[in-house]
Structures are given as C-alpha cells and as structure tokens.
C-alpha cells in the first residue's frame, strides 16, 4: 500500500461558519465517494483557503465528520492578484492501492475553472 495525494478544492458563498463547514463537508464527501476511501484511508489533510475566508476552520468540519483520527492542517493560500476568490482547497494523503491515474481529484462549484478536466 502506498501514499498518495488527492486534491479538492471548492469555493465557498459566503465568509460565513455555515458556508465554510457546509462547503467542507460537500467536498470531502465528493473525494471520499470518488475514489471509495474510508476515514480510516486517509493518513493526513492540509486544508488552505483564500484570505477572504477567516469565519472558521476548514478542519472543524471534517473533525465533526468523524475525522478524529486523522492529522488536519489550515491555512491560507497565497494572495496571487487575479486568483480565484472564496475559494477552500484540500490535499489528503490516502494510504491506498490505486495507481496515479486511478486517483479522481475533485473540484466543486465555481473551482471547476481551477482544472476543467477534474470538474463533477
């Protein structure tokens, strides 16, 4: 079994706690279903979002998921002028089988333009 990465990413409606954990919850559980992981898979995530979204940790949404047991990680994206805003990326490393091009990375929502090719 190897470790590999998976990447996410959505934006987020509002700089609101219930748009950031409802958007956080709709992402991990698209990843999670994409590539049929368990919890138990996943050996870490590094969760960032852009400075316009400060209302609440990406990482308490997956910790109210049942992710107790997993190593989480916040913070902010570069402020790159032109970037996409309201925008909340995941990278979690899973412990799995799958070769590289088994891997579905996932983007929601107006993220999709980050990489078309990946949009559900």
């Known amino acids: 079994m190897l470790c590999r990465g998976i990447r996410g990413a ?18 991990l559980m698209a990843m999670l279903e994409a590539n049929q992981l368990k919890v138990e898979d996943i050996a870490s995530a590094i969760f960032t ?14 910790r109210e998921m049942g992710w107790t047991h997993v190593a989480l990680l916040c913070s902010h994206e570069m402020s790159v002028p032109g970037s996409l805003p309201m925008c909340l990326r995941v990278l979690l490393h899973v412990n799995t089988d799958k070769r590289p091009e088994e891997i579905v990375h996932v983007y929601l929502r107006g993220a999709r333009i980050l990489r078309p090719e990946y949009g559900a």
């Open 49 to 62: 979002t852009t400075p316009d979204l400060t209302a609440e940790f990406p990482a308490v949404a997956a």
């Open 10 to 27: 959505t934006t987020v409606p509002a700089n609101t706690r219930e748009a950031i954990m409802e958007a956080t919850r709709e992402l």
